[in-house]
């Protein structure tokens, strides 16, 4: 049964107010799932028979965040908690929302609206009551993804449900019941509609989970995948040269996704798409080029799905520098070149995904040569050589009067100049030196 001790005070606090004014009152949804598999839930969903109307009565600071679908968010002290009027949904007609809802005093028709049975069970922590009409148990027990009554008519309703049901299937490591399945690749043109941004809030929920390559091949089995990240389906079966590799294209960035650390976004979107260009570059057994041609996809990819540009340019930058060949006799300019072009902030990621991408080679790789450079990295930066126009002895106003130009591109262009002099011999880093430089610069 479900520790009480795990529930928020003010979550039951809230369904013993509504009890005590005469209402039911339950925890619903992903919050029952999660404390019956001893797991702490990020939210507490409440379902009631109360009217959104009388809620906002009864608590003191109550936003109505979905009024239309009878939501209201209550907040107490700080933590905000959903609380939602018992409803039957009438015709979907947009692939995502009813048309219309009528509340209910049922709780079996609020729960039969719901998408998987491990999501469908209620919990009313005053009484211990645990409500499960559509076997959420049992599913739970055998580690089943499955629909609500008919899968078809579920994903009908809100083609967000087969991409819920792939990433479900990864973060608690379950299987999709073969009939909720099925369902997916009927139902296809209506997961075609879905808002990419919704899209993307999915896969990066997926990207969080332990092993995204479980959700991510349901979702190409199915079709799903087909839909919103067909260059990553184009991959599967490309063959790469042994003994260097042991997986296709596919599953060697499945992999390397798995390998990469699950709390960092950008190295896993680039672990997942970082080759994703060899299948158009692939000229007998080489790639050449797939690493610039594949920053190019991946921006194109992540506009699409709607991730912000600050996530997308880390990303493009990881994927164009991935191929970095690293040996002991690199010069220090080398090293300095190496931090400027990848960034310094960039560069823990940079090896991250390296680390990630040898890991899913199938074979054993000795990574020391990362160390080494990593120390002449943190070395250039204890000596404080110029790595950016910034770290310069001169600016843009300095290069202006010796010119005598005004402000536009041939600045920049000069500055750029001056730091690649600069990084190949830092003791040029003083004013006279680089004023004498930039006269002599032609552009």
């Given at each position: 049964m479900l520790k009480k001790s795990k529930i928020p005070g003010s979550a039951q606090h809230i369904i013993k107010t509504l009890k005590n004014n005469g209402y039911k009152a339950y925890l619903v949804g992903g919050s029952v799932r999660d404390l019956l598999l001893f797991k702490s839930p990020n939210e507490w969903d409440?379902?009631?028979?109360?009217?959104?109307?009388?809620?906002?009565?009864?608590?003191?600071?109550v936003v109505p965040t979905g009024i239309k679908y009878g939501t209201v968010t209550i907040i107490i002290k700080g933590e905000t908690f959903e609380v939602t009027t018992f409803r039957k949904d009438e015709k979907y007609v947009d692939g995502r929302h009813p048309s219309n809802v009528k509340f209910t005093k049922e709780l079996k028709q609020d729960l039969a609206r719901r998408d998987f049975t491990i999501n469908a069970m209620a919990y009313d922590p005053v009484d211990n009551e645990l409500v499960d009409i559509f076997g959420g148990q049992k599913d739970l027990?055998?580690?089943?993804?499955?629909?609500?009554?008919?899968?078809?008519?579920?994903?009908?309703?809100?083609?967000?449900?087969?991409?819920?049901?792939?990433?479900?299937?990864?973060?608690?490591?379950?299987k999709i019941e073969n009939k909720t399945f099925a369902a997916i690749s009927k139902t296809l043109k209506i997961v075609k509609k879905v808002a990419a941004e919704r899209v993307c809030d999915e896969i990066k929920k997926l990207l969080k989970t332990k092993k995204p390559s479980i959700g991510?091949?349901?979702?190409?089995?199915?079709?799903?995948?087909?839909?919103?990240?067909?260059?990553?389906?184009?991959?599967?079966?490309?063959?790469?040269?042994?003994?260097?590799?042991?997986?296709?294209?596919?599953?060697?960035?499945?992999?390397?996704?798995?390998?990469?650390?699950?709390?960092?976004?950008?190295?896993?979107?680039?672990?997942?798409?970082?080759?994703?260009?060899?299948?158009?570059?692939?000229?007998?057994e080489t790639f050449y080029n797939h690493e610039q041609i594949g920053s190019e996809v991946v921006a194109k990819l992540l506009r699409k799905l709607k991730f912000s540009n600050e996530i997308i340019g880390k990303v493009t930058n990881l994927v164009e520098n991935h191929m970095f060949n690293y040996e002991s006799s690199w010069k220090d300019s080398a090293v300095r070149r190496f931090i400027k072009r990848?960034?310094?902030?960039?560069?823990?990621?940079?090896?991250?995904?390296?680390?990630?991408?040898?890991?899913?080679?199938?074979?054993?790789?000795?990574?020391?040569?990362?160390?080494?450079?990593?120390?002449?990295?943190?070395?250039?930066?204890?000596?404080?050589?110029?790595?950016?126009?910034v770290d310069l002895k001169i600016n843009g106003k300095d290069v202006m009067r010796a010119?005598?130009?005004?402000?536009?591109?041939?600045?920049?262009?000069?500055?750029?100049?001056?730091?690649e002099k600069v990084i190949e011999d830092p003791v040029l880093n003083d004013k006279k030196n680089l004023l004498e430089m930039v006269r002599s610069y032609e552009p």
């Open positions: 409440i379902t009631t028979d109360a009217f959104p109307q009388v809620v906002s009565k009864l608590f003191e600071k027990k055998h580690k089943i993804i499955k629909a609500v009554g008919d899968p078809v008519e579920r994903f009908s309703e809100d083609g967000l449900r087969p991409v819920r049901a792939c990433r479900f299937a990864a973060s608690l490591g379950f991510i091949e349901n979702m190409r089995n199915s079709g799903v995948l087909e839909l919103f990240i067909p260059e990553l389906v184009k991959s599967a079966g490309v063959k790469q040269p042994e003994p260097y590799h042991k997986y296709d294209v596919y599953w060697h960035s499945l992999y390397s996704c798995d390998a990469a650390p699950k709390e960092n976004l950008i190295v896993r979107l680039a672990a997942l798409f970082h080759d994703i260009a060899k299948p158009e570059c692939k000229e007998g990848v960034g310094l902030k960039n560069i823990p990621d940079l090896f991250a995904l390296r680390l990630a991408d040898c890991s899913a080679m199938g074979r054993k790789i000795d990574n020391g040569y990362l160390k080494e450079l990593k120390a002449r990295i943190d070395k250039a930066i204890k000596e404080e050589n110029a790595l950016h126009v010119l005598k130009i005004k402000p536009g591109p041939k600045v920049g262009k000069a500055l750029n100049y001056l730091l």
